[in-house]
């Protein structure tokens, strides 16, 4: 256990860090915490920051030792309400997700559970040269897929509670996002009217199929980097969080964050092998997955490319607006899955083409590239 802060901490103002020292000490005894110990946990794309604190030892269930976490979310630029009442609904589904054990609403500080500090992301193995996922890998991605079928069985809620729909509008401003972000800004492309008017049409044929799907609870990140694991077992299941953007909408969103999401790449039989496994636990847990894999993997594979158009604009708008460049250099992969489902389906050859424009006038057209387990 640390004793110790080792990587001071930044404040804005020192307004908000009076604020901060003064909850820490308000709470810290209810829970037996050691101020001494809060060091950096982690920050998002968004202005929120997450801390680790230590407790002293029995202070927790048990007797013993442990850690929490905090988040430190500026009213003024973070509504935490969405998270609290996600993590509320997930939680008592059955989700494993953070307990929120203080909330202060006014100031946007809270003290939750420690699901652990290593990403699924940060436990995989690249150990197979013929890119088979390996033993461990297996377990790890089985265990996610078991709890994304868990988290599909929560109710979306009903009436005032219910979650957002994932509808034709939120899909579209979803959209928008490549155009303006990606292809405008970040490839400085300029559309013709020719280009504007297939680009729309592209759009149309993809809201289509997607809002053709059951719904089901979305978590809308279920990917690599929002999964916790416990590194001595792949089988343990994994801490779910950054979940507060969740909708009602279609059921093989999910999957997709999950076996394309922009962090790794599988090969794609691999991709097939997971996908065959979820269905086969999400038909027999009862979820409204089709009854032919034939069907269900289409939909999977419009799904995914909705994401990537969004990912891709969402990226670029990270790196040129708000300064975040890392994302620069996860483009690559979310532009290989694009350009592959755009390459194959009726309809979509101008949305590939445009594609390939895109990255010839970055220097070149993309290739599969970045980590392949």
């Known amino acids: 256990m640390s004793t110790a802060s080792s990587t001071p901490i930044h404040w804005a103002d020192a307004t908000r860090q009076q604020a901060f020292s003064d909850w820490l000490a308000a709470v810290a005894p209810a829970h037996g915490l050691l101020p001494e110990t809060v060091r950096p946990a982690s920050a998002d794309a968004s202005f929120r920051r997450y801390f680790r604190v230590d407790a002293a030892p029995g202070a927790a269930p048990g007797g ?30 059955g989700v494993n997700v953070p307990h929120i054990l203080s909330w202060d609403e006014p100031l946007g500080f809270m003290l939750l559970s420690d699901l652990g500090e290593h990403t699924l992301l940060s436990t995989l193995e690249a150990t197979d040269y013929d890119h088979s996922p390996g033993s461990t890998n297996r377990a790890r991605y089985q265990a996610a897929i078991e709890e994304l079928v868990r988290l599909q069985g929560v109710a979306p809620g009903e009436g005032a509670q219910a979650l957002p729909p994932y509808d034709d509008a939120l899909l579209q401003r979803e959209l928008d996002l490549f155009p303006e972000w990606y292809v405008g800004q970040l490839r400085e492309q300029v559309l013709s009217a020719q280009q504007q008017t297939q680009l729309a049409q592209a759009f149309a044929l993809i809201k289509s199929q997607v809002l053709s799907q059951a719904n089901v ?26 979940f507060q953007d969740a ?3 279609p059921i093989t969103y999910d ?13 794609e039989d691999i991709q097939l092998d997971y996908a065959v496994r979820y269905w086969e636990r999400a038909r027999k847990a009862g979820l409204p997955v089709p009854g032919d894999f034939g069907d269900f993997w289409r939909d999977f594979e419009w799904m995914g490319l909705q994401r990537h158009l969004k990912v891709l604009g969402i990226f670029a708008r990270l790196a040129l607006r708000d300064g975040k460049r890392q994302y620069l250099d996860d483009i690559p992969r979310v532009w290989t899955y694009a350009h592959r489902v755009a390459s194959r389906y009726q309809g979509l050859g101008p949305l590939a083409r445009l594609l390939e424009q895109c990255e010839a006038a970055h220097g070149g057209t993309q290739t599969q590239v970045g980590y392949t387990f």
Request: charged share 25%; with cysteine; aromatic share 6%.
């Open 217 to 242: 609870l979305v978590h809308r990140d279920y990917h690599s980097r929002n999964l916790m694991a416990k590194p001595a077992d792949p089988q343990a299941r994994p801490g779910v969080i950054d």
């Open 255 to 267: 999957l997709v964050s999950l076996l394309r999401d922009a962090y790794v790449i599988w090969d």
């Open 64 to 93: 013993a030792a442990s850690s929490f976490i905090i988040m430190d979310a500026p009213p003024d630029k973070e509504d935490c309400r969405p998270f609290v009442a996600v993590d509320r609904l997930l939680d008592a589904g």
């Open 247 to 249: 909708v009602c909408g």
